[in-house]
């Protein structure tokens, strides 16, 4: 009960994840709030204790009223422990509980912020999050709350005398502001040091990810050389900010033994000059340590502090970066079916003139396949970026049944094969079904649509199968149909697919060119990348492009009689490996 979240309709709608999750554990933390000012409260027992052990006991020598008092004292001491140990309880369930909150809406922000090219971001937002539920389970947050009643135990040290309060009030300021000067001579170097180590996490995920690569080539030693000077950059940042901050630290342990004697002093004077109980010495002592313990402590904490408060601020950031919400896939199947439109498209680097693609406009109708040819660098690739949603375009709009289609916002399945076949999952099930938790028939739907479901039942574990390094084990044409299925899964509404036969052999290519077809009469729109002539025979239409620009479409009939030669019309599926199937495409621009 004491766990559940409260969101009460009093509280203002919050903006982002972030502040939703916190808003929701304004019960827990006004509980802990509570905690730890019964907590605060019955710390002032001993005080009271002493005084009235000064005041009563010692004139009345009464054992029985000694007694009376030691047991309240005993029992406020230790419902205090009590209360201490279910704050810290509270706080670590808290914790845990805003971390599987906030990890979906992070995560989904982390890999935003990388589609959109700020991946350096990502993995330390990402283990900001941990960073986050740390400093709300570690000790840190409780004396936070017990320092908010610093300014009540200096109240009380003026109410006995200005004198102590006074006394009281310097040594807070002075070791608070010990504690500030701390972190700004650190700050510099402990910023450094965790860029520095990030840097090094990140090569050595880049080295893991390549690692045949940089054995094979040599670059084992190099590699680790750099990983290792990056993580001795980070070391020596950090062992740079330790010694400034224990420097300033130093001045901190005197100043609180001074300001003990201090108070000490001035309370025995009071006594000496003004006729003060001598329990006053007890009690500005007792009350000076009380003031001034939340203060030192967070000293030890303040580092924690400082990094959550930066871990908070990068979250709040990156979260700022939520992919819009996905559109509803099931209205998107309803929306009337009116093709693909490429209006005008144009994208350019940023910061650069030059345009990679220039003014690219045409229309599918559903169950089109168009044929994008032209050759090496001529944009082939990027448009099929742009039309899948990859990429978004710097001018002009992909519009999918009159819904704009860029960054996948039609809300439709998208299948996509990339040049570089990156085949993501554990099993061959994962990597066929996108990761999905979806019907086994499909997936093997989809293999069968590409002709692996034989292949893969002949495998020890069949859709089971564990699938090392990304698939690398496979031959390229295997993971080209694999890739290929994945594309094909799950009946999407547009599919684009960046040379398709480049590894597939002749059996292989006339299956692509019969799933192809199957797609088509699906209503699908199909795009197919391409410098091999045998795949056009399933296009009804061909796009040549050249420099960026499309500069000829039109029937797939009407451009191969205009401007390619007949002979590979003809054999309509020619032998894979063929070098010369891109040697008719034009090479000056010819205007349809
Ligand atoms: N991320 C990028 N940054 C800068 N330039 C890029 C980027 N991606 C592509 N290009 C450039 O855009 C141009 C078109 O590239 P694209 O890959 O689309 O060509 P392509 O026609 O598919 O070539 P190929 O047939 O060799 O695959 C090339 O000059 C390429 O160098």
């Not at 990890?103 to 993995?123: H, K, N, Y």
């Not at 090496?376 to 949603?389: D, E, F, N, P, W």
């Not at 492009?545 to 479409?553: K, N, S």
């Not at 030669?565 to 090479?587: D, F, H, K």
């Amino acid at each position: 009960m004491l766990m559940a979240p409260l969101r009460t309709s009093i509280l203002p709608p919050a903006r982002t994840p972030l502040e939703a999750a916190l808003w929701a554990c304004a019960g827990p933390f006004g509980l802990v709030f509570a905690y730890s000012c019964s907590y605060n409260l019955l710390l002032f027992a001993p005080s009271i204790y002493l005084l009235q052990i000064y005041d009563r006991v010692l004139s009345s020598r009464s054992g029985d009223t000694l007694l009376m008092l030691t047991l309240i004292v005993a029992l406020t001491v230790v419902v205090g422990g009590v209360l201490d140990a279910l704050r810290r309880a509270l706080l670590g369930r808290l914790g845990a509980w805003l971390e599987d909150r906030l990890r979906p809406s992070v995560l989904a922000a982390c890999l935003e912020s990388a589609f959109r090219g700020d991946g350096t971001q990502s993995p330390e937002a990402y283990r900001d999050l941990t960073a986050l539920r740390q400093f709300v389970e570690s000790g840190a947050c409780p004396l936070l709350f017990d320092a908010l009643w610093t300014p009540s135990f200096l109240c009380v040290l003026f109410l006995v005398h200005p004198l102590l309060g006074a006394v009281g009030a310097c040594s807070v300021v002075l070791l608070f502001g010990v504690t500030i000067a701390g972190d700004l001579v650190t700050e510099d170097a402990t910023a450094k040091s965790g860029a520095a180590l990030s840097r090094s996490y990140g090569r050595l995920a880049a080295a893991v990810g390549n690692i045949h690569l940089i054995r094979a080539m040599g670059m084992l030693d190099g590699t680790a050389r750099l990983i290792h000077h990056d993580a001795q950059d980070a070391r020596r940042e950090s062992d740079l900010a330790l010694s400034r901050y224990e420097i300033v630290m130093l001045a901190a342990k005197p100043l609180r033994a001074l300001s003990q004697v201090l108070m000490m002093g001035a309370a025995a004077w009071l006594v000496l000059d003004y006729g003060k109980s001598p329990a006053i010495i007890f009690v500005a002592t007792l009350m000076s340590g009380r003031a001034i313990a939340p203060v030192e402590s967070a000293i030890a904490s303040w580092k924690s502090l400082a990094m959550a408060v930066k871990a908070y601020r990068r979250l709040a950031a990156v979260l700022t970066v939520l992919p819009p919400a996905r559109a509803n896939a099931k209205v998107a199947s309803q929306r009337p079916l009116s093709g693909l439109v490429v209006d005008n498209v144009g994208l350019k680097l940023p910061g650069s003139n030059n345009f990679l693609l220039k003014g690219v406009s045409f229309s599918l109708a559903p169950g089109e396949c168009l044929g994008i040819i032209g050759p090496s660098g001529s944009g082939k690739s990027l448009l099929g970026q742009v039309i899948a949603g990859l990429t978004a375009p710097t001018h002009g709009r992909v519009l999918l049944d009159n819904t704009d289609a860029s960054l996948g916002r039609s809300g439709y399945r998208l299948g996509y094969l990339p040049q570089d076949i990156n085949l993501l999952g554990e099993t061959i099930n994962d990597i066929i079904a996108r990761l999905d938790d979806a019907d086994p028939q499909k997936v093997v739907e989809a293999a069968r649509l590409v002709g692996i479901h034989d292949a893969i039942m002949r495998m020890p574990q069949a859709y089971a199968t564990l699938v090392p390094n990304g698939g690398l084990v496979f031959s390229r044409g295997y993971r080209q149909r694999l890739g290929l299925a994945r594309a094909f899964f799950g009946n999407p509404r547009l599919v684009v697919l960046d040379e398709p036969n480049a590894s597939l052999d002749y059996a292989g290519e006339r299956v692509l060119l019969d799933a192809i077809e199957q797609m088509k009469m699906a209503n699908a729109t199909v795009i197919v990348v391409t410098h091999r002539m045998g795949i056009l025979a399933a296009t009804d239409k061909i796009a040549i492009m050249e420099g960026g620009a499309v500069i000829a479409f039109g029937e797939s009939e009407e451009i191969f009689e205009r401007h390619l030669s007949r002979p590979q019309v003809a054999s309509q599926v020619e032998p894979p490996g063929n070098a010369s199937a891109t040697a008719n495409i034009p090479a000056q621009p010819v205007r349809p």
